[in-house]
């Protein structure tokens, strides 16, 4: 519907907790996952968060049915709305990899993420998610989440020499940031 203003680091809306969603299958939290959608796309995002666009509610969605410009060599993730998560690690066992965000335009740093995780939900109509997932489709769940929780990329980071300016690390990338 709409293509909302992505708010940038720095912004202390970005580090407070989302509050639950109360209700599913509402007019606002359709029109709040239309909107998230479109400015997603709009950035060539691979997945947005409510807290991003201002709202502070648990809602993220993530995916797409066709490659991201920015993540070519990335496997697809499908298509998702996810409402009040819970991500549980499935083992002990981390992987780094390079991440961007809309909220930090420009840069990319490498970020440790759990390699396997569950995660639960429900989606706008209130029907429950439940997946087990690994690879690229877990690091972007658990990067969208922690925008809920007050949480952006750099904060999860270890070591602050795997950190820069996009255009640098990957010339043939391009500047815009993406989730």
């Known amino acids: 519907m709409t293509v909302r203003e992505i708010l940038k680091m720095g912004d202390a809306r970005l580090l407070r907790q989302a509050q639950k969603v109360p209700a599913f299958d509402t007019d606002a939290l359709h029109l709040l996952v239309l909107d998230l959608y479109d400015t997603m796309r ?3 995002g ?7 666009i201002g709202v502070d509610l648990q809602v993220v969605v993530f995916g797409s049915d066709e490659r991201n410009p ?4 990335r496997p ?9 998560p819970v991500i549980t690690p499935l083992g002990e066992d981390m992987e780094s990899d390079w991440e961007g965000c809309l909220s930090v335009p420009g840069l990319r740093g490498q970020v440790p993420r759990y ?12 029907e429950p998610i439940d997946r087990t997932v690994d690879g690229f489709h877990a690091r972007v769940v658990q ?9 952006l990329y750099p904060m999860r980071m270890r070591d602050f020499t795997q950190f820069g300016f996009t ?3 990957f010339p043939g990338i391009a500047a815009e940031e993406d989730d």
């Open 143 to 151: 990067h969208e989440c922690d925008h809920l929780w007050g949480k």
């Open 115 to 126: 390699a396997r995780i569950r995660y639960t939900g429900w989606d706008a109509f209130g």
């Open 46 to 52: 691979a997945g947005l968060a409510a807290p991003q």
């Open 70 to 73: 920015r993540y070519p060599d």
């Open 42 to 44: 709009a950035a060539n």
């Open 76 to 84: 697809l993730v499908p298509r998702t709305v996810l409402v009040n």
């Open 167 to 169: 255009e640098v690390l």
